[in-house]
Protein backbone atom coordinates (compact mmCIF):
# COMPACT_ATOMS: atom_id res chain seq x y z
CA UNK A 1 0.00 0.00 0.00
CA UNK A 2 0.96 3.51 -0.63
CA UNK A 3 1.18 6.13 1.89
CA UNK A 4 -2.31 7.94 0.46
CA UNK A 5 -3.69 4.71 0.46
CA UNK A 6 -2.61 4.10 4.61
CA UNK A 7 -2.27 7.48 6.34
CA UNK A 8 -5.24 9.37 4.43
CA UNK A 9 -4.00 11.56 2.31
CA UNK A 10 -6.03 11.83 -1.02
CA UNK A 11 -6.23 9.39 -3.40
CA UNK A 12 -4.17 10.07 -6.29
CA UNK A 13 -5.92 8.94 -9.39
CA UNK A 14 -5.46 7.89 -13.16
CA UNK A 15 -8.23 8.47 -15.11
CA UNK A 16 -7.75 6.30 -18.42
CA UNK A 17 -10.01 7.48 -21.19
CA UNK A 18 -11.44 11.31 -21.58
CA UNK A 19 -14.69 10.81 -23.42
CA UNK A 20 -18.05 11.66 -22.26
CA UNK A 21 -17.72 8.86 -19.75
CA UNK A 22 -14.37 9.97 -18.34
CA UNK A 23 -15.76 13.29 -18.12
CA UNK A 24 -18.44 11.80 -15.74
CA UNK A 25 -16.20 9.99 -13.86
CA UNK A 26 -13.90 13.50 -13.54
CA UNK A 27 -16.84 15.83 -12.00
CA UNK A 28 -17.45 12.31 -9.74
CA UNK A 29 -14.03 12.70 -8.18
CA UNK A 30 -14.15 16.08 -7.86
CA UNK A 31 -16.97 15.79 -5.91
CA UNK A 32 -15.25 13.73 -3.81
CA UNK A 33 -12.88 14.56 -0.73
CA UNK A 34 -10.54 12.23 -0.64
CA UNK A 35 -9.28 11.51 -4.03
CA UNK A 36 -7.95 13.55 -6.91
CA UNK A 37 -6.69 13.31 -10.28
CA UNK A 38 -3.35 13.67 -10.75
CA UNK A 39 -3.12 12.04 -14.28
CA UNK A 40 -5.33 11.77 -17.88
CA UNK A 41 -4.79 9.03 -20.04
CA UNK A 42 -5.52 8.94 -23.72
CA UNK A 43 -4.53 8.27 -27.11
CA UNK A 44 -5.93 11.62 -28.32
CA UNK A 45 -4.31 13.88 -26.82
CA UNK A 46 -6.66 16.29 -27.13
CA UNK A 47 -9.27 14.25 -25.23
CA UNK A 48 -6.69 14.30 -22.23
CA UNK A 49 -6.19 18.11 -22.67
CA UNK A 50 -9.89 19.23 -22.97
CA UNK A 51 -10.84 17.18 -19.92
CA UNK A 52 -7.64 18.83 -18.13
CA UNK A 53 -8.39 22.38 -19.38
CA UNK A 54 -12.10 21.79 -17.48
CA UNK A 55 -10.64 20.39 -14.25
CA UNK A 56 -8.79 23.42 -13.95
CA UNK A 57 -11.35 25.97 -14.65
CA UNK A 58 -13.39 24.06 -11.95
CA UNK A 59 -10.51 24.88 -9.38
CA UNK A 60 -8.57 21.78 -9.16
CA UNK A 61 -4.81 21.19 -9.65
CA UNK A 62 -4.16 20.59 -13.53
CA UNK A 63 -3.61 16.92 -13.96
CA UNK A 64 -0.28 15.58 -16.23
CA UNK A 65 -1.65 14.55 -19.51
CA UNK A 66 -0.26 11.00 -21.19
CA UNK A 67 -1.40 9.11 -24.21
CA UNK A 68 -0.72 5.46 -22.45
CA UNK A 69 -1.21 4.29 -18.86
CA UNK A 70 2.38 2.66 -18.68
CA UNK A 71 3.94 6.53 -18.96
CA UNK A 72 1.45 7.76 -16.89
CA UNK A 73 2.69 5.10 -14.30
CA UNK A 74 6.50 5.39 -14.98
CA UNK A 75 5.74 9.47 -14.20
CA UNK A 76 3.42 10.10 -11.76
CA UNK A 77 2.83 8.35 -8.04
CA UNK A 78 -0.77 6.87 -8.54
CA UNK A 79 -2.86 5.13 -6.07
CA UNK A 80 -6.17 4.24 -8.17
CA UNK A 81 -6.33 3.35 -12.04
CA UNK A 82 -10.12 4.65 -13.41
CA UNK A 83 -10.67 2.49 -16.84
CA UNK A 84 -13.16 4.41 -19.27
CA UNK A 85 -11.89 3.17 -22.78
CA UNK A 86 -13.91 1.05 -25.05
CA UNK A 87 -15.10 -1.64 -23.27
CA UNK A 88 -12.73 -3.99 -25.83
CA UNK A 89 -9.64 -2.38 -24.04
CA UNK A 90 -10.90 -2.94 -20.47
CA UNK A 91 -9.29 -6.21 -19.19
CA UNK A 92 -6.18 -5.38 -21.21
CA UNK A 93 -5.33 -2.02 -19.07
CA UNK A 94 -6.78 -2.92 -15.79
CA UNK A 95 -4.53 -6.15 -16.25
CA UNK A 96 -1.58 -3.63 -16.75
CA UNK A 97 -2.60 -1.79 -13.62
CA UNK A 98 -2.70 -5.03 -11.43
CA UNK A 99 0.28 -5.97 -12.56
CA UNK A 100 1.70 -2.15 -11.51
CA UNK A 101 0.56 -3.02 -7.77
CA UNK A 102 -2.55 -0.10 -8.29
CA UNK A 103 -6.24 -0.69 -6.91
CA UNK A 104 -8.41 -0.40 -10.11
CA UNK A 105 -11.93 0.57 -10.94
CA UNK A 106 -13.33 0.12 -14.01
CA UNK A 107 -16.25 1.08 -15.91
CA UNK A 108 -19.27 -1.37 -17.17
CA UNK A 109 -18.82 -4.01 -18.62
CA UNK A 110 -16.36 -5.28 -17.52
CA UNK A 111 -15.28 -6.06 -20.86
CA UNK A 112 -16.82 -7.48 -24.27
CA UNK A 113 -15.73 -11.45 -24.11
CA UNK A 114 -16.45 -13.69 -20.76
CA UNK A 115 -13.11 -15.17 -21.43
CA UNK A 116 -11.18 -12.38 -21.05
CA UNK A 117 -13.66 -11.20 -18.03
CA UNK A 118 -12.87 -14.52 -16.45
CA UNK A 119 -9.06 -13.87 -16.76
CA UNK A 120 -9.55 -10.20 -15.19
CA UNK A 121 -11.46 -12.13 -12.78
CA UNK A 122 -8.84 -14.38 -11.44
CA UNK A 123 -6.56 -11.76 -10.91
CA UNK A 124 -8.71 -9.38 -9.16
CA UNK A 125 -9.15 -12.14 -6.94
CA UNK A 126 -5.39 -12.49 -6.55
CA UNK A 127 -4.93 -8.13 -5.68
CA UNK A 128 -7.35 -8.93 -3.58
CA UNK A 129 -5.53 -11.36 -1.27
CA UNK A 130 -3.01 -9.05 -1.55
CA UNK A 131 -4.69 -6.26 -0.31
CA UNK A 132 -6.16 -4.28 -3.08
CA UNK A 133 -9.44 -3.19 -4.36
CA UNK A 134 -10.82 -4.04 -7.30
CA UNK A 135 -14.32 -2.98 -8.56
CA UNK A 136 -16.70 -2.41 -11.49
CA UNK A 137 -18.64 0.59 -12.27
CA UNK A 138 -22.44 -0.18 -11.26
CA UNK A 139 -23.72 2.79 -9.57
CA UNK A 140 -27.26 1.90 -10.02
CA UNK A 141 -26.85 -0.22 -6.93
CA UNK A 142 -26.65 2.82 -4.62
CA UNK A 143 -29.00 4.31 -5.73
CA UNK A 144 -31.64 5.15 -2.78
CA UNK A 145 -34.59 3.20 -4.69
CA UNK A 146 -32.71 0.20 -5.26
CA UNK A 147 -31.21 -0.21 -2.09
CA UNK A 148 -34.80 0.10 -0.67
CA UNK A 149 -35.86 -2.77 -2.89
CA UNK A 150 -32.81 -5.01 -2.36
CA UNK A 151 -33.75 -4.41 1.27
CA UNK A 152 -37.43 -5.24 1.31
CA UNK A 153 -36.16 -8.14 -0.64
CA UNK A 154 -33.16 -9.24 1.57
CA UNK A 155 -35.74 -8.81 4.57
CA UNK A 156 -38.41 -11.13 2.88
CA UNK A 157 -40.66 -7.93 2.68
CA UNK A 158 -41.47 -8.89 -1.02
CA UNK A 159 -42.16 -12.44 0.01
CA UNK A 160 -40.92 -14.81 -2.60
CA UNK A 161 -39.93 -12.80 -5.99
CA UNK A 162 -41.91 -13.66 -8.57
CA UNK A 163 -41.21 -11.87 -11.72
CA UNK A 164 -39.70 -8.41 -12.93
CA UNK A 165 -40.25 -6.41 -16.32
CA UNK A 166 -37.00 -4.46 -17.20
CA UNK A 167 -37.19 -1.68 -20.07
CA UNK A 168 -34.29 0.51 -21.19
CA UNK A 169 -36.15 2.58 -23.98
CA UNK A 170 -33.70 4.97 -25.20
CA UNK A 171 -32.55 6.83 -28.65
CA UNK A 172 -29.29 7.28 -29.64
CA UNK A 173 -28.76 8.72 -33.37
CA UNK A 174 -26.82 7.32 -36.49
CA UNK A 175 -24.08 10.50 -35.38
CA UNK A 176 -24.12 8.93 -31.97
CA UNK A 177 -22.70 5.85 -33.73
CA UNK A 178 -20.44 7.47 -36.34
CA UNK A 179 -19.08 9.33 -33.82
CA UNK A 180 -16.24 6.63 -33.24
CA UNK A 181 -14.77 3.94 -35.45
CA UNK A 182 -15.19 1.64 -32.50
CA UNK A 183 -18.36 2.36 -31.63
CA UNK A 184 -21.37 -0.46 -32.81
CA UNK A 185 -18.62 -3.31 -33.15
CA UNK A 186 -18.44 -6.49 -31.74
CA UNK A 187 -14.74 -6.10 -30.78
CA UNK A 188 -14.23 -2.94 -29.33
CA UNK A 189 -18.33 -1.69 -27.94
CA UNK A 190 -18.71 -5.83 -27.50
CA UNK A 191 -22.67 -5.03 -28.40
CA UNK A 192 -25.24 -2.40 -28.84
CA UNK A 193 -28.13 -1.78 -26.59
CA UNK A 194 -27.82 -4.13 -24.22
CA UNK A 195 -23.98 -4.58 -23.68
CA UNK A 196 -23.53 -0.52 -23.49
CA UNK A 197 -27.39 0.83 -22.62
CA UNK A 198 -28.89 -2.12 -20.82
CA UNK A 199 -26.06 -3.97 -19.01
CA UNK A 200 -26.63 -1.57 -15.89
CA UNK A 201 -30.51 -2.93 -15.38
CA UNK A 202 -29.30 -6.52 -16.03
CA UNK A 203 -26.84 -5.98 -13.04
CA UNK A 204 -30.36 -4.82 -11.10
CA UNK A 205 -32.41 -7.79 -11.94
CA UNK A 206 -29.56 -9.79 -11.15
CA UNK A 207 -28.99 -7.65 -7.97
CA UNK A 208 -33.02 -8.22 -6.60
CA UNK A 209 -33.69 -11.39 -8.53
CA UNK A 210 -30.76 -13.76 -7.99
CA UNK A 211 -28.45 -16.48 -10.34
CA UNK A 212 -29.76 -16.79 -13.89
CA UNK A 213 -30.14 -20.11 -15.33
CA UNK A 214 -31.51 -19.90 -18.68
CA UNK A 215 -32.16 -16.58 -21.42
CA UNK A 216 -33.94 -16.85 -24.26
CA UNK A 217 -33.36 -13.66 -26.77
CA UNK A 218 -33.77 -12.19 -30.26
CA UNK A 219 -32.06 -8.71 -31.46
CA UNK A 220 -32.33 -6.50 -34.67
CA UNK A 221 -30.65 -3.98 -36.01
CA UNK A 222 -33.56 -1.77 -37.30
CA UNK A 223 -33.19 1.84 -36.95
CA UNK A 224 -29.88 2.61 -37.75
CA UNK A 225 -26.65 2.00 -40.52
CA UNK A 226 -23.15 1.13 -40.57
CA UNK A 227 -23.48 -0.71 -36.95
CA UNK A 228 -22.08 -4.24 -36.49
CA UNK A 229 -24.59 -4.37 -33.09
CA UNK A 230 -28.32 -4.54 -32.06
CA UNK A 231 -30.16 -1.79 -31.84
CA UNK A 232 -33.28 -3.86 -30.46
CA UNK A 233 -32.82 -7.05 -28.57
CA UNK A 234 -35.89 -8.42 -26.44
CA UNK A 235 -35.51 -11.35 -23.79
CA UNK A 236 -36.68 -13.68 -21.22
CA UNK A 237 -34.83 -14.91 -18.14
CA UNK A 238 -35.04 -17.70 -15.68
CA UNK A 239 -33.54 -17.52 -12.49
CA UNK A 240 -32.25 -20.54 -10.22
CA UNK A 241 -35.27 -19.19 -7.62
CA UNK A 242 -37.57 -20.16 -10.40
CA UNK A 243 -38.45 -16.09 -11.10
CA UNK A 244 -39.19 -15.24 -14.47
CA UNK A 245 -38.18 -11.89 -16.44
CA UNK A 246 -38.76 -9.73 -19.26
CA UNK A 247 -36.00 -7.66 -20.66
CA UNK A 248 -36.47 -5.16 -23.51
CA UNK A 249 -33.62 -2.54 -24.25
CA UNK A 250 -33.32 -0.18 -27.68
CA UNK A 251 -31.62 2.74 -28.93
CA UNK A 252 -34.16 3.13 -31.54
CA UNK A 253 -37.17 4.07 -29.20
CA UNK A 254 -37.26 7.80 -30.55
CA UNK A 255 -37.31 10.53 -28.82
CA UNK A 256 -35.49 8.52 -25.95
CA UNK A 257 -37.66 7.69 -23.33
CA UNK A 258 -37.22 5.91 -19.65
CA UNK A 259 -35.77 3.14 -17.89
CA UNK A 260 -38.02 1.04 -16.23
CA UNK A 261 -38.00 -1.49 -13.92
CA UNK A 262 -40.78 -3.72 -11.95
CA UNK A 263 -40.12 -6.30 -9.08
CA UNK A 264 -42.99 -8.38 -8.14
CA UNK A 265 -43.66 -11.16 -4.97
CA UNK A 266 -46.20 -12.64 -3.34
CA UNK A 267 -45.98 -10.14 -0.60
CA UNK A 268 -45.16 -7.16 -2.54
CA UNK A 269 -44.40 -4.91 -5.62
CA UNK A 270 -42.00 -2.06 -6.59
CA UNK A 271 -41.32 0.09 -9.78
CA UNK A 272 -38.33 2.31 -10.43
CA UNK A 273 -38.67 4.82 -13.15
CA UNK A 274 -35.40 6.53 -14.17
CA UNK A 275 -33.59 6.03 -11.40
CA UNK A 276 -36.68 7.25 -9.01
CA UNK A 277 -38.94 4.95 -7.16
CA UNK A 278 -42.23 5.18 -8.69
CA UNK A 279 -44.39 2.53 -6.32
CA UNK A 280 -43.39 0.42 -3.59
CA UNK A 281 -45.58 -1.54 -1.29
CA UNK A 282 -46.18 -4.85 0.47
CA UNK A 283 -48.34 -6.39 2.40
CA UNK A 284 -50.16 -5.15 5.48
CA UNK A 285 -49.63 -1.58 3.88
CA UNK A 286 -52.76 0.04 2.70
CA UNK A 287 -52.08 3.05 2.50
CA UNK A 288 -50.60 2.79 -1.61
CA UNK A 289 -48.01 5.54 -0.75
CA UNK A 290 -44.29 5.50 -1.76
CA UNK A 291 -43.51 8.06 0.25
CA UNK A 292 -45.22 6.46 3.47
CA UNK A 293 -43.44 2.88 2.52
CA UNK A 294 -39.76 5.10 1.77
CA UNK A 295 -40.12 7.90 4.45
CA UNK A 296 -36.69 8.41 6.15
CA UNK A 297 -34.94 5.82 3.50
CA UNK A 298 -35.06 7.64 0.26
CA UNK A 299 -35.93 11.35 0.04
CA UNK A 300 -38.38 13.42 -2.26
CA UNK A 301 -35.95 13.87 -4.87
CA UNK A 302 -35.22 10.14 -5.36
CA UNK A 303 -39.53 9.47 -5.50
CA UNK A 304 -40.84 9.49 -9.15
CA UNK A 305 -41.89 13.55 -9.63
CA UNK A 306 -39.29 15.17 -7.30
CA UNK A 307 -36.57 17.33 -8.47
CA UNK A 308 -33.69 15.84 -10.28
CA UNK A 309 -30.30 17.17 -9.25
CA UNK A 310 -28.83 18.41 -12.87
CA UNK A 311 -25.55 16.53 -11.96
CA UNK A 312 -26.89 13.00 -11.02
CA UNK A 313 -25.44 10.95 -13.44
CA UNK A 314 -22.05 12.38 -11.61
CA UNK A 315 -23.88 11.89 -8.04
CA UNK A 316 -24.70 8.32 -9.18
CA UNK A 317 -20.64 7.81 -9.67
CA UNK A 318 -19.91 9.46 -6.51
CA UNK A 319 -21.98 6.85 -4.06
CA UNK A 320 -19.66 4.17 -5.69
CA UNK A 321 -16.48 6.09 -5.36
CA UNK A 322 -17.13 6.35 -1.88
CA UNK A 323 -17.87 3.03 -1.55
CA UNK A 324 -14.40 2.33 -3.33
CA UNK A 325 -12.76 4.64 -1.56
CA UNK A 326 -13.98 3.18 2.33
CA UNK A 327 -12.81 -0.18 1.29
CA UNK A 328 -9.89 1.36 0.30
CA UNK A 329 -9.32 3.20 3.95
CA UNK A 330 -10.99 0.16 5.74
CA UNK A 331 -9.22 -2.91 4.20
CA UNK A 332 -12.58 -4.18 3.27
CA UNK A 333 -14.21 -5.61 0.13
CA UNK A 334 -16.23 -3.33 -2.52
CA UNK A 335 -19.56 -3.91 -2.17
CA UNK A 336 -19.19 -4.58 -6.10
CA UNK A 337 -16.85 -7.27 -6.86
CA UNK A 338 -15.35 -7.88 -10.59
CA UNK A 339 -17.32 -11.22 -9.88
CA UNK A 340 -20.42 -9.71 -9.95
CA UNK A 341 -19.77 -7.67 -13.20
CA UNK A 342 -18.67 -11.19 -14.84
CA UNK A 343 -22.15 -12.47 -14.03
CA UNK A 344 -23.71 -9.45 -15.88
CA UNK A 345 -21.61 -9.98 -19.10
CA UNK A 346 -21.91 -13.44 -18.79
CA UNK A 347 -25.85 -12.85 -18.96
CA UNK A 348 -25.57 -10.39 -22.02
CA UNK A 349 -23.69 -12.94 -24.10
CA UNK A 350 -26.05 -15.41 -23.06
CA UNK A 351 -28.18 -12.77 -24.40
CA UNK A 352 -26.33 -12.25 -28.01
CA UNK A 353 -25.85 -16.31 -28.13
CA UNK A 354 -29.41 -16.75 -27.69
CA UNK A 355 -30.28 -14.62 -30.69
CA UNK A 356 -27.40 -16.24 -32.69
CA UNK A 357 -28.28 -19.96 -32.30
CA UNK A 358 -31.90 -19.39 -32.56
CA UNK A 359 -32.57 -21.39 -29.17
CA UNK A 360 -32.31 -21.10 -25.38
CA UNK A 361 -28.77 -20.88 -23.71
CA UNK A 362 -27.75 -21.80 -20.39
CA UNK A 363 -25.87 -19.46 -18.26
CA UNK A 364 -23.74 -22.38 -17.67
CA UNK A 365 -22.83 -22.97 -21.05
CA UNK A 366 -21.26 -19.38 -21.37
CA UNK A 367 -19.16 -19.88 -18.29
CA UNK A 368 -17.72 -22.92 -19.04
CA UNK A 369 -16.32 -22.20 -22.23
CA UNK A 370 -18.84 -24.40 -24.04
CA UNK A 371 -19.97 -21.62 -26.84
CA UNK A 372 -16.79 -19.48 -26.82
CA UNK A 373 -16.08 -20.27 -30.80
CA UNK A 374 -19.44 -19.06 -32.10
CA UNK A 375 -19.14 -15.75 -33.69
CA UNK A 376 -22.49 -13.97 -32.49
CA UNK A 377 -24.69 -12.18 -34.63
CA UNK A 378 -27.53 -9.69 -35.09
CA UNK A 379 -30.84 -10.71 -36.67
CA UNK A 380 -30.06 -14.45 -35.47
CA UNK A 381 -29.18 -17.33 -37.50
CA UNK A 382 -28.78 -16.78 -41.19
Known sequence: MTESTEHGTPLAVALVGCGIIGL??????????????????????QAARALADSIEEAGS???????????????????????????????????EAISAGKLVLIEKPLDVTV???????????????????VSVISQHRFDPASVVIADAIESDGFGRV???????????SQEYYDSGQWRGTWELDGGGAVMNQGVHTVDLLLWFLGRPVEIQAHTA???????????????TVRFESGALAVLHAT????????????????????????DQL?????????????????????????????????????????????????????????RVRVDDALLALAVVRSLYLSSTLGRSVSLAEVLDGSLDDVTVTTGGAA
Open 24 to 45: NHAKAIGLHPDAVIVALVDEIP
Open 61 to 95: ARPAEFTTLSAALASVSVDLVVVCTPSGQHVQLAQ
Open 115 to 133: PRAKRIAALAAEAEADGLV
Open 162 to 172: TSAVASVAWWR
Open 221 to 235: LLAHGRVEVEDVAVA
Open 251 to 274: TAAFPGLSVRLQVHGSRGSAIIED
Open 278 to 334: EFFHVAGDDSGSVANQAAGVVAPSELRGGERDPDRFAIGHLRQYEDVVAAIREGRPP
